[in-house]
């Protein structure tokens, strides 16, 4: 079945609305139309959820190359999320406000390396998100560089952060791992077979051919089969 990016969103926006929207038993609905109003206006603002990243993407890029991470965490610099959904452009995450964990998160964030053409921002929102007890936080990836007038990741930013993601990795690796198995974390998830949420149709066709001439010349090793 085609990928089809605008069904992807749909659902993804329905599933996060159920998880981060106070249900009625915690909250009243002037707090609950609050709630579902920010949260449209933060889609409207970084991108549509989605379920997993690219490995090279600036939010998640901050990781151990032998083990890359395609979902933010304390792997990859971040400390003390908890109830948290990703979006295109960012991530909201929602610690009871008790724990004492949402300064760690916004330091944490601060602490980040600086990335080559993005960086990253963390701000407390003054909204209800998952529960009253909580308090969220948006992190937020911005681009020092234009996207697609489609909205998402030409080729010219994907292709070189997956190549100074990849390229070195010829040290080490003992296989050569086809696009099958690459595209999971190339595209970020949903994806279809050469496309996802994060880079169109004709970006990942690009990717997939850069990659098969990759592995093919041998510097990973033998083609996994």
Not at 28 to 34: H, N, V
Request: proline share 8%; net charge negative.
């Amino acid at each position: 079945m085609a990928f089809r990016a605008d069904e992807a969103a749909r659902a993804g926006y329905e599933k996060v609305e159920s998880y981060l929207v106070p249900r009625p038993q915690y909250a009243d609905e002037s707090i609950r139309a609050r709630s579902k109003e920010a949260l449209m206006d933060i889609v409207e603002e970084i991108g549509p959820v989605v379920e997993s990243y690219p490995t090279w993407h600036p939010l998640v890029c901050n990781h151990d190359r032998h083990h890359p991470e395609i979902a933010p965490s304390d792997r990859c610099g971040y400390l003390g999320l908890d109830h948290t959904r990703f979006f295109f452009n960012g991530f909201i995450t929602c610690p009871y406000t008790a724990s004492g964990q949402v300064e760690r998160i916004i330091e944490s964030v601060k602490a980040l390396p600086r990335h080559p053409i993005a960086y990253i921002t963390a701000e407390k929102l003054d909204v209800k998100l998952y529960h009253p007890d909580t308090t969220a936080v948006l992190v937020k990836c911005n681009w020092d560089v234009p996207l697609g007038t489609d909205g998402m990741i030409p080729l010219s930013v994907a292709m070189p952060l997956i190549l100074e993601q990849e390229v070195p990795c010829w040290r080490w690796s003992q296989v050569g791992e086809t696009w099958e198995t690459m595209r999971y974390y190339f595209l970020g998830s949903p994806h279809g077979a050469r496309s996802s949420l994060f880079v169109n149709q004709e970006t990942g066709q690009a990717i997939k051919k850069i990659w098969n001439s990759l592995i093919y010349t041998g510097m990973f090793g033998p083609i996994k089969v």
